[in-house]
């Protein structure tokens, strides 16, 4: 065994780390995420099919377990997780995945709710007509072949195709830094374009639109795109289609009607659809809407009720539309393997193209396959022909010679092979009959001879070839058949943007609590309640802020550092469990906390005080800031923080600091500002403001405990701003603080 420290090569880092990774993303790239624009496979679904074709699963043959199909897949071509191979074989089974599917599975192979297949060990499969398409010609040496990992087995490098499964069932993957997703089409469009192109392959893009008008998924649908949009997506390869579920009303009795959803978009799963809608309309985000149930058996039935028989459909339908994936957008991104080498973006005529020119090329490996076996044919056959001349000394030589084949080809001028297909002929063949037959045979392979070296030898008869497979395929699986017929439909989305964005900023008015815990959870309860034990908290928590209001308020919080954030009433989370932490809603800093937290009211005018001693008065509305950010209105010096935000409601101004002087001064001392630092309230030698409110001077001052104070035993502690003040009346709280 040779010393390991010899084989030790010094190496930069990056460089290593860069070549290993490149290694990586182009096996990722060519063995794994893009499918060969040829054919339109990744190798596991090639692997597939080619495992299929060795256990003799044809669509007339019956059924194998797909474990045994998986175990064979990953046994001799592909040693990858069985996962990955059975989850290949079940898309290329399921009719709402696959435009055309390529495997006949029997059992359950997952559903349009998107519940998964059910093991391997209990399904079975078989190719269908459309993969047998694709196979046809490996025995012809269509294309070539490649050893498997092991080197024990052969697989194929690309099928023969004669099916544009590209185009027609689409294909989707993740790379290294790249990826791929096109979209099914209609097949019989697809080869109306093909023969337009393989007669003209100057053919414009807008002529072969007027062929393949746009997507065709397995689920149907509707696609709400102007052909332009349409022209430049697959003009460059990129781009996406909007796509909408198909819809129809349903009339009752007295002008009741119901909507029922017969195709949903492509990739979305419906249990998940109705699952959001149910959630939006206990949201009240759905005004317009009553019920959702579904009706499905094998078919798609969603049935929408609405509010009243008033109700317009459509506005119904757009706001649904808007908000759920009754409505999606699928991407186009025609990423593939050019000859199976080289990933580039394709534009349809592009892709439409390698196809044509990857037929023409299996078209003329299978012509010369043929010729080859014609050639050894017919120098049998003239073998046979000249024994037949002379069958008595043919059987003397061979019952008198003990090596026979010398003297026959000595004898005739044969060669090896005739010679050996002679001594290989069977008795009964020597009947006359078999002469003619032979003779027959001989005349129609030579005529088949010329036809084919015509054929290669004329551009023009190899795409007249071509044109007669397309159709062929097109008479068997086109628009004239069941399985062929469009799907997805073209349709303009109305122009109703205006009455639909008036419905969604409807929001039905409900009184609801706000509670807030102190470690920053919030919840909403429908109706104004009271505070009670009824409400839980997680462990170690515990209830700081209740605000009573209704769906249609904005609820305002004011931050330590001087921030207001706004959120809407409607969009709170629900009363169930502990509710959401509050910072998933705004940005709260870390060090920062919440002062306090009311409803909006417009026109109202706010107290805003920090522990420095400064304040001012701010109007509320412009305080108001939908953005996750907030909105500073007041600058806090630090170490100090915002403490105090009260509604303004009087005539006077009290301010008591943490050394427990009070003092009352006149509210129009007060500077209103929309932002800034304000001016001292109240001035401290040590310690810092603890609490200020406004109130009604002839009306009195309230503590923390509700005892009031009246005017006249306040006449001491009345004085201006900035004052020290005096330490607080007799018998006030104990906590400092005004009354709430």
Not at 76 to 90: N, Q, R, T
Not at 125 to 136: D, M, S, V, Y
Not at 211 to 217: A, I, S
């Given at each position: 065994?040779?010393?390991?420290?010899?084989?030790?090569?010094?190496?930069?880092?990056?460089?290593?780390?860069?070549?290993?990774?490149?290694?990586?993303?182009?096996?990722?790239?060519?063995q794994r995420a893009l499918p060969d624009a040829r054919d339109g496979l990744k190798p596991v679904h090639r692997r597939v099919l080619w495992a299929m074709r060795a256990l003799g699963l044809g669509p007339t043959t019956g059924f194998k377990k797909s474990?045994?199909?998986?175990?064979?897949?990953?046994?001799?071509?592909?040693?990858?997780?069985?996962?990955?191979?059975?989850?290949?074989?079940?898309?290329?089974?399921?009719?709402?995945?696959?435009?055309?599917?390529?495997?006949?599975?029997q059992g359950n192979?997952?559903?349009?709710?998107?519940?998964?297949?059910?093991?391997?060990?209990?399904?079975?499969?078989?190719?269908?007509?459309?993969?047998?398409?694709?196979?046809?010609?490996?025995d012809e040496n269509a294309t070539d072949f490649k050893p498997n990992y092991d080197g024990a087995e052969e697989e194929p490098v690309v099928m023969p195709a004669a099916f544009p499964n590209l185009l027609a069932n689409g294909s989707s993957g993740i790379a290294v830094g790249m990826a791929t997703n096109v979209p099914p089409h209609n097949l019989g469009e697809l080869c109306a374009a093909l023969i337009a192109l393989?007669?003209?392959?100057?053919?414009?893009?807008?002529?072969?639109?007027?062929?393949?008008?746009?997507?065709?998924?397995?689920t149907g649908g509707t696609i709400i795109d102007d052909a332009a949009s349409i022209a430049e997506a697959y003009k460059t390869g990129r781009g996406g289609f909007r796509v909408r579920a198909r819809w129809f009303k349903e009339e009752g009795a007295r002008g009741v009607y119901q909507i029922v959803v017969d195709q949903i978009p492509y990739n979305v799963q419906k249990a998940k659809l109705i699952e959001r809608i149910a959630e939006l309309m206990e949201l009240k985000k759905l005004p317009l809407l009553d019920d959702v149930h579904d009706e499905s058996t094998e078919d798609v039935r969603i049935v929408l009720t609405p509010k009243s028989r008033t109700v317009d459909a459509e506005i119904l339908m757009e706001q649904l539309f808007r908000q759920t994936d009754l409505e999606s957008r699928?991407?186009?991104?025609?990423?593939?393997?050019?000859?199976?080498?080289?990933?580039?973006?394709?534009?349809?005529?592009?892709?439409l193209q390698a196809f044509i020119d990857h037929r023409r090329d299996v078209l003329e490996r299978r012509s010369k396959h043929r010729l080859e076996k014609i050639a050894t044919r017919l120098e049998v056959l003239e073998g046979y022909l000249a024994v037949y001349l002379n069958l008595d000394k043919v059987i003397k030589?061979?019952?008198?010679?003990?090596?026979?084949?010398?003297k026959l080809?000595?004898?005739?001028?044969?060669?090896?092979?005739?010679?050996?297909?002679?001594?290989?002929?069977?008795?009964?063949?020597?009947?006359?009959?078999?002469?003619?037959?032979?003779?027959?045979?001989?005349?129609?392979?030579?005529?088949?001879?010329?036809?084919?070296?015509?054929?290669?030898?004329?551009?023009?008869?190899?795409?007249?070839?071509?044109?007669?497979?397309?159709?062929?395929?097109?008479?068997?699986?086109?628009?004239?058949?069941?399985?062929?017929?469009?799907?997805?439909?073209?349709?303009?989305?109305?122009?109703?943007a205006e009455e639909v964005a008036a419905l969604e900023n409807f929001v039905e008015r409900e009184p609801i609590t706000v509670v807030c815990s102190a470690k920053g959870w919030m919840r909403a309860f429908k109706g104004h309640q009271e505070p009670n034990d009824s409400i839980k908290y997680r462990e170690g928590d515990r209830e700081r802020f209740w605000v009573h209001a209704e769906t249609t308020d904005k609820l305002m919080l004011f931050a330590t550092d001087g921030r207001f954030f706004t959120l809407d009433c409607a969009k709170l989370p629900g009363g169930r469990g502990n509710g959401e932490a509050i910072r998933s809603f705004i940005d709260l800093p870390p060090e920062a906390d919440i002062v306090t937290m009311f409803a909006h009211k417009e026109g109202r005018k706010l107290l805003l005080a920090a522990t420095t001693g400064h304040g001012f008065v701010t109007n509320e509305d412009e305080a108001v800031a939908m953005t996750r950010s907030g909105k500073r209105v007041m600058n806090v010096k630090t170490p100090g923080e915002a403490a105090v935000c009260k509604p303004v409601d009087g005539d006077s101004v009290a301010v008591i600091g943490e050394n427990r002087k009070l003092v009352v001064f006149a509210l129009n001392e007060v500077p209103e500002l929309a932002r800034g630092q304000g001016v001292y309230l109240q001035r401290y030698k040590d310690g810092a403001l603890l609490d200020a409110t406004v109130f009604i001077w002839k009306d009195g001052l309230k503590d923390e405990n509700n005892r009031l104070f009246e005017a006249a035993e306040l006449k001491d502690w009345?004085?201006?701003?900035?004052?020290?003040?005096?330490?607080?009346?007799?018998?006030?709280?104990?906590?400092?603080k005004f009354a709430l």
């Open positions: 065994m040779p010393d390991i420290k010899e084989d030790i090569r010094p190496e930069q880092l990056d460089q290593a780390l860069s070549e290993r990774y490149l290694a990586y993303a182009l096996s990722t790239i060519t474990a045994r199909v998986v175990g064979d897949t990953i046994g001799k071509y592909h040693p990858h997780g069985e996962l990955a191979v059975y989850d290949a074989l079940v898309r290329l089974a399921q009719d709402f995945v696959s435009r055309y599917p390529l495997v006949d599975g192979f997952g559903n349009i709710d998107g519940d998964n297949a059910a093991a391997q060990r209990y399904t079975e499969a078989r190719l269908t007509e459309i993969a047998q398409t694709l196979l046809e010609g490996l393989i007669e003209n392959p100057n053919t414009q893009d807008r002529t072969i639109l007027k062929h393949v008008r746009g997507p065709d998924f397995p699928f991407s186009l991104n025609m990423n593939v393997l050019d000859k199976g080498l080289v990933p580039r973006v394709m534009s349809l005529k592009e892709a030589i061979i019952r008198n010679e003990d090596e026979p084949k010398p080809m000595k004898a005739f001028g044969l060669s090896d092979v005739q010679a050996e297909a002679i001594l290989n002929m069977r008795l009964r063949s020597l009947r006359k009959l078999e002469e003619m037959e032979i003779k027959g045979e001989h005349a129609s392979l030579t005529k088949e001879q010329g036809v084919l070296k015509k054929l290669l030898g004329s551009d023009k008869l190899k795409s007249e070839k071509l044109i007669e497979e397309v159709k062929a395929i097109d008479a068997k699986f086109g628009l004239k058949t069941e399985l062929g017929k469009r799907r997805t439909q073209f349709s303009q989305a109305p122009a109703i009345k004085g201006t701003r900035a004052q020290a003040g005096r330490l607080a009346p007799r018998g006030w709280a104990k906590s400092g």
